[in-house]
């Protein structure tokens, strides 16, 4: 076995074994980070390869749609997309795998020879950012749970088991159950640079409505403000956000010039937005590269202008908690 490389042998086998379709759901995939354990031949059952103390093989798949990856102190990058159950994603000569199998622990990506009948299935398991040997930039977005659409939906408290339930009238509905769910998140935006570097910019609005602004630069620290909204105003904003178009946007508007792609590398360095929003069964999360205007007051990024007053409102609602603060993401 190569100390560098997954081998894929000849197969034994006279025919192949019936693989099931499923398709599968893109938030399992985005932004989560695997490592390898085995390699498996599929019809013989035979691990073909396992990863010892002197093998590492991790994989970061992206939310850009790039991805990562670590072979034994070697770092490549690329892009992927993903096809019902067919990932396309390179490694070495291998442009495109099969997903077997995904859940909340385990990834099996399979390929088959084009030259033989032999099917060979390679073994992740998910692992966190600590555990990977991926570094983040300080400016870079945080990581996103983009699988969730209604995280509150049958999350029983651990305090209340056990405890006798309180008889209500037939009419009585606790909060949760009445009101439909929204969510907010609002992320990076702005430039890193000048004096004082912010290093995090973060504004979230649970279904209670309770607001959370936090924003941390290099020589002011963290500081963290906290508000409610009501319950009104809420809802309002989220009806205002559907008649904006927001669920039908792209997920990711980007540089579609030379000129746009320069204005990455320099400094004052760019951070992207992310703007989540969920509304009921309906969710969206949307990403920009460059938001707003720079220094030169030139807008380098063609994404629908509604996003600009949906962000504007985010932020009205956040500055409330102090008239005169000096915060907030600079456009």
């Not at 025919?15 to 980070?33: A, G, M």
């Not at 990506?109 to 555990?131: A, C, I, N, R």
């Amino acid at each position: 076995m190569a100390q560098d490389s997954l081998v894929v042998e000849e197969a034994t086998s006279e025919e192949n074994i019936p693989r099931p379709f499923f398709s599968v759901d893109e938030r399992q995939i985005i932004e989560t980070k695997w490592r390898y354990t085995y390699a498996r031949h599929v019809e013989s059952n035979t691990i073909i390869h396992q990863a010892e103390n002197d093998y590492e093989f991790f994989l970061h798949f992206k939310y850009d749609y790039t991805y990562e990856q670590y072979l034994n102190g070697r770092l490549s990058k690329g892009n992927w997309s993903l096809h019902e159950n067919e990932l396309f994603y390179r490694f070495k000569h291998i442009n495109k795998f099969i997903i077997a199998e995904i859940n909340k622990e385990t990834l099996v990506l399979e390929f088959t020879q084009p030259t033989s009948k032999g099917t060979y299935q390679y073994h992740y398991v998910k692992v966190d950012s600590k555990e990977a040997p991926f570094l983040k930039p300080a400016n870079e977005l945080p990581d996103v749970n983009v699988e969730a659409i209604n995280p509150t939906k049958n999350n029983k408290r651990w305090w209340a088991i056990n405890k006798k339930k309180k008889r209500r009238k037939k009419s009585e509905t606790t909060p949760e159950e009445a009101l439909t769910y929204i969510s907010i998140e609002l992320i990076g935006g702005g430039y890193y640079g000048g004096i004082d570097p912010v290093l995090r910019d973060y504004i979230q609005i649970k279904n209670t409505g309770r607001l959370i602004k936090e924003f941390k630069s290099v020589n002011q620290g963290l500081q963290v403000t906290k508000k409610d909204i009501q319950r009104e105003e809420l809802e309002a904003f989220a009806e205002y956000v559907v008649s904006q178009d927001f669920f039908s946007f792209e997920r990711i508007y980007d540089c579609d010039s030379s000129v746009c792609q320069r204005r990455k590398k320099l400094k004052p360095t760019p951070v992207p937005l992310r703007l989540a929003i969920a509304y009921g069964d309906r969710k969206k999360v949307v990403s920009i590269s460059i938001w707003g205007k720079d220094e030169n007051n030139i807008r380098y990024v063609d994404y629908p202008p509604a996003l600009d007053n949906i962000i504007d409102a985010i932020q009205r609602m956040a500055h409330r908690l102090d008239d005169n603060s000096m915060y907030g993401m600079k456009r």
